[in-house]
T-cell receptor
Framework: NAGVMQNPRHLVRRRGQEARLRCSPM?????VYWYRQLPEEGLKFMVY????????ESGMPKERFSAEFPKEGPSILRIQQVVRGDSAAYFC????????????FGSGTRLTVV | DQQVKQNSPSLSVQEGRISILNCDYT??????FLWYKKYPAEGPTFLIS?????DKNEDGRFTVFLNKSAKHLSLHIVPSQPGDSAVYFC?????????????FGEGTQLTVNP
């Protein structure tokens, strides 16, 4: 029973390129959350999605960032025209239903913008 | 606006003694609190939680205490073991206003010395 799978584990992008981070939730989970951890800080909520729906994107930067969770396939967090300040660890979590407290996190994708 | 604060970036204790990690919050709408443990290069792992209708929850060596009037919670680990060495994050949620979104503190690095 695989946990939440995130790939790639490490991603290096040059400034101005696009970064695509993928998250496959646990089997049977239809709710996905994305969090970002900047160096020396706690995790900050970005977006909450269900299949084909964005439920809460209040933590997403207004520009360059987007997220989707299609009917088939993993959830994707896309960052266009990356800047050095986007360098961070991005964590995905999943739960079976809403209010899925104690939901399961993946191991994260460490994005480095050079 | 840091709504959840962990004022101690680090804590060092001897094996077998008690570890006490503290967390303060400012948002009176928070009604559910969680502790996560995180090892380097891994995602956070859920440890224990408490609802605002309780003041204590215990699970094996881990106990969480909630003081609503002081807007303070603490995690007690006894006896502490070297394998407990990790970063501990306190998190909170306001179910009515933010549903599944968690607000995290900055984390406390716990080191348990053999």
């Amino acid at each position: 029973n695989a946990g939440v799978m995130q790939n790639p584990r490490h991603l290096v992008r040059r400034r101005g390129q696009e970064a695509r981070l993928r998250c496959s939730p646990m089997k049977g989970h239809s709710h996905v959350y994305w969090y970002r951890q900047l160096p020396e800080e706690g995790l900050k909520f970005m977006v909450y999605l269900q299949k084909e729906n964005i439920i809460d994107e209040s933590g997403m930067p207004k520009e360059r960032f987007s997220a989707e969770f299609p009917k088939e396939g993993p959830s994707i967090l896309r960052i266009q025209q990356v800047v050095r300040g986007d360098s961070a660890a991005y964590f995905c979590a999943s739960s079976k239903g809403a209010y899925g407290f104690g939901y399961t996190f993946g191991s994260g994708t460490r994005l480095t913008v050079v | 606006d840091q709504q959840v604060k962990q004022n101690s970036p680090s804590l060092s204790v001897q094996e077998g003694r008690i570890s006490i990690l503290n967390c303060d919050y400012t948002n009176s709408m928070f009604d559910y609190f969680l502790w996560y443990k995180k090892y380097p290069a891994e995602g956070p792992t859920f440890l224990i939680s408490i609802s605002s209708i309780k003041d204590k929850n215990e699970d094996g060596r881990f106990t969480v205490f909630l003081n609503k009037s002081a807007k303070h919670l603490s995690l007690h680990i006894v006896p502490s073991q070297p394998g407990d060495s990790a970063v501990y994050f306190c998190a909170a949620s306001a179910q009515e206003t933010s549903g599944s979104r968690l607000t995290f503190g900055e984390g406390t690095q716990l080191t348990v010395n053999p």
